[in-house]
């Protein structure tokens, strides 16, 4: 059974700092391309940051370049997002998504979310 279980989100202070995590497990991890994504209300979900299968190659949003960075561990089968200098407009759910393509077959697997509140 795929799952992805995103952990470490919460309420924090502007200019503050939080780590996500997700866990993957029903599926070859390290063949997968990792993303973050974030949904805040009344808004589209938007793509915060990716990561290829092996980390050669990281891509973030303009919003959070400087200020977000993901990583992965495939011997843990985990992703992180760590995120500094918080600011309320990262207010949203915070989604993990793990996708291969092979030939015209696209496998696409996400978490339930995480909650991430960034207020005074």
């Known amino acids: 059974q795929v799952q992805l279980v995103e952990s470490g989100g919460g309420l924090v202070q502007p200019g503050g700092s939080l780590r996500l995590s997700c866990a993957a497990s029903?599926?070859?991890?390290?063949?997968?391309?990792m993303s973050w994504y974030r949904q805040a209300p009344g808004k589209e979900r938007e793509l915060v940051a990716s990561i290829t299968s092996t980390a050669v190659s990281t891509n973030y949003a303009d919003s959070v370049k400087g200020r977000f960075t993901i990583s992965r561990d495939n011997a843990k089968n985990t992703v992180y997002l760590q995120m500094n200098s918080l600011k309320p407009e990262d207010t949203a759910v915070y989604y993990c998504n793990g996708r291969r393509e092979v030939g015209i077959r696209i496998n696409n697997h996400w978490g339930q979310g995480t909650q991430v509140t960034v207020s005074s």
């Open positions: 029903g599926f070859t991890f390290s063949n997968y391309a």
